[in-house]
Nanobody, 115 residues
Framework: QVQLVESGGGLVQAGGSLRLSCAAS????????MGWYRQAPGKQRELVAHISSSGSTIYAASVKGRFTISRDNAKNAVYLQMNSLKLEDTAVYYCRALQGGNQYWGQGTQVTVSS
């Protein structure tokens, strides 16, 4: 089992920045890809950014150029630096980890962007 705990969410004005962190614990060996997803009210959960064990990244078109995903394998952590935040970035952000055929999710952290 892998436990994921997100932190770093909050309220920020449009154009501002936030950095989300996700710490993994438990049976953390062989965690493969990690990623960030988000879910806005009334919408489906969507991929924000994904990073493989080798560091390859994928971004949603809506955040490309503004968000940066990174991971620290020594700390079993993944981060999401979010710059130039927009109102439409408001959502609950979830961390996800893949290990073998299993996926694990964090409890989510709220990001609210105000005008």
């Amino acid at each position: 089992q892998v436990q994921l705990v997100e932190s770093g969410g909050g309220l920020v004005q449009a154009g501002g920045s936030l950095r989300l962190s996700c710490a993994a614990s438990g049976t953390i060996f062989s965690i493969n890809a990690m990623g960030w997803y988000r879910q806005a009210p009334g919408k489906q959960r969507e991929l924000v950014a994904h990073i493989s064990s080798s560091g390859s990244t994928i971004y949603a078109a809506s955040v490309k150029g503004r968000f940066t995903i990174s991971r620290d394998n020594a700390k079993n952590a993944v981060y999401l630096q979010m710059n130039s935040l927009k109102l439409e970035d408001t959502a609950v952000y979830y961390c996800r980890a893949l290990q073998g055929g299993n996926q694990y999710w964090g409890q989510g952290t709220q990001v609210t962007v105000s005008s």
